[in-house]
Each structure stands twice: as structure tokens, then as C-alpha cells.
């Protein structure tokens, strides 16, 4: 299991966060020390796929939407797939793996906030 990102909403001012956290068990968390700065982002979509983490979308500490798509193997090393990708800046949405591709699924193209 893998928890990418987030916010922090208290204290204010909201915080985009730039960690990930791995579990074999859903009760014990452990960081991972990250080498790129990649994985800060909220309201963003994740996957695992392939044999890698997959994220996209979401939004950083600009609150503008991002169009990007990238992966890990282990959680702490992000290498971006696509910066620019066709559907354009994303936030709220979903991603699934399905029949061998990965699915977008919904989401908002306006800033947050």
C-alpha cells in the first residue's frame, strides 16, 4: 500500500504535502525518503500498474491544475512520463488499471481553492 501527497489543512495556510508512506499491512507506515520532488501534489490520481506507481494531475503548492503523468518503482524516485499529456490539467479524477491500459477517469480542470 502507498499514500502519495495530500494536503494539510490545519494550521492554516493549507500545505501541499511532498511525502510518500508504504505498508505491507495497512496498520504499520513507514516514509520513504524521496529523491525528487515529483509526488508533492493533491487532489491528484494514482495507480498501480505494471509493476509501478503511476501518478497524475492534482494540483502543487500554485494550486493550478497540472497535465503531467509519472511513475516510480519504489515510491521515492519519480520519473515523468508525459508533462504535457492529451487530457490536459486535471484534478479530482480517478485512475484505474483495466484490460491492460490505464483508465483517467472524471475529474475538474479549475484551480482549487
Known sequence: LY???????????????NKV??????????EVVQTGSDAERADHGLVAFDGKLWISGGYGSDTEPKADVAYSTNGATWTVANANAAFG?????????????MWGIGGNTKPSG
Open 21 to 30: 508512506y508504504e505498508s505491507t499491512t495497512g496498520s504499520s507506515w513507514s
Open 3 to 17: 499514500m502519495v501527497g495530500g494536503i494539510i489543512l490545519d494550521p492554516m495556510p493549507i500545505t501541499v504535502q
Open 89 to 101: 490539467p486535471r484534478r479530482g479524477h480517478g485512475m484505474v488499471g483495466f484490460n491492460g491500459k
